[in-house]
Each structure stands twice: as C-alpha cells, then as structure tokens.
C-alpha cells in the first residue's frame, strides 16, 4: 500500500469507571462537538487477522486490521455497507469457514474535539473506555500517538496498560455469551 496515505489508524485509549465516564462526557458535551451517539454491534471472527463486521443504526462495514488488538497503530481497511447488508455480511464469512470469536454491544458517543475522535463506550459485559484516534501516514503514527496520549492525560485519565486490555479482552473472549445476557 501506498505509505503516503493516511490508512493507519492511531489510538490511545482507556478504561474508565462511571464517574469519569460521566466527568468526561459532561465535558465534550462543552468542549467538544457531539457528531454521534450510536448503538452498535460487532462480530469478530477467528483467523490469521483482525477481521470483523460491524452495524449501527445506519451502516454495516466489513472491517480488516493489521497488527495485535491493543497496538498502538494499525493499519486497516473499512468497506461501508446499507445496514441490512450485516446479516449477509456475517453468512458469507462464516460460508468462508471464520468461525465468530466475539460479539460486542456497545453504546458510543462520538465527539471531535481539537481536531481528534474522541469515542465514549458502554461495551456490555466489557466496561467503560474513551478512545482517542487519529487518522495518520507510516511517517507520523509515532508522533501522532504521543500527541494522544497527552491529549489524555491532560484530561487526567492514566493510559491503561496493553497487559490489562488484553487480560480483559482474552476473558471476555472466554465469557462473552454469558456476559451478553447479563
């Protein structure tokens, strides 16, 4: 792929508990923009990458990434599909043998605030996290990413660490479908 092109999507993110959730939202409610607030749901499937699907209120998108889960940078490709397209979406790859690892639900609110995405989530059986992303090349991913966890912290909220995201992430990987009827 091109290495010009802003395809590489940077992160940093963290787990937060009601309260901060609340402090936080009450804030880009004044400081940022509020450009969504959707109810989306997200299937995973096994394999060799970061394949998954994914609908809210409005869209379906097939979704790829390069790289580990909690990387800091990955690259990755979104195709966008008519909502009703998710249902096709999840039998053609299961007809393709991906077995579903994981199912999120989850509540977002989106913001843009100093140029960033700034994500609220409510994952169901998962937790509370605020995200900030940036799109960004190869060159600047790097620079990009410490800019976000400024961004963070200036808001003080600590960066979770990648240990504990994946400690989280591999037991709702175990327990989804019971944390999912919870």
């Known amino acids: 792929m091109n290495k010009r092109i802003n395809n590489i999507e940077v992160e940093a993110r963290s787990f937060i508990d009601k309260s901060e959730f609340r402090r936080l939202k009450n804030f880009f409610d004044k400081n940022g923009k509020l450009t969504g607030e959707i109810n989306d749901q997200t299937v995973y ?67 843009r605030w100093r140029s960033v995405k700034v994500f609220l989530d409510d994952t169901r059986g998962y937790g509370q996290i605020i995200e900030l992303e940036e799109m960004a090349s190869q060159k600047n991913k790097v620079k990009i990413h410490k800019q976000l966890v400024g961004m963070l912290e200036s808001l003080g909220i600590k960066i979770t660490p990648k240990e504990e995201f994946n400690q989280k992430f591999e037991f709702y990987k175990r327990n989804w479908r019971n944390l999912l009827m919870g």
């Open 45 to 111: 499937f096994s394999g060799p990458k970061d394949l998954r699907i994914r609908r809210d209120e409005s869209h379906a998108y097939l979704i790829l990434k390069e790289g580990k889960i909690h990387d800091d940078h990955r690259e990755e490709i979104e195709i966008n599909f008519g909502r009703e397209d998710f249902g096709r979406l999840e039998q053609l790859l299961l007809v393709l043998s991906f077995k579903v690892e994981i199912r999120w639900q989850r509540r977002r609110r989106i913001y």
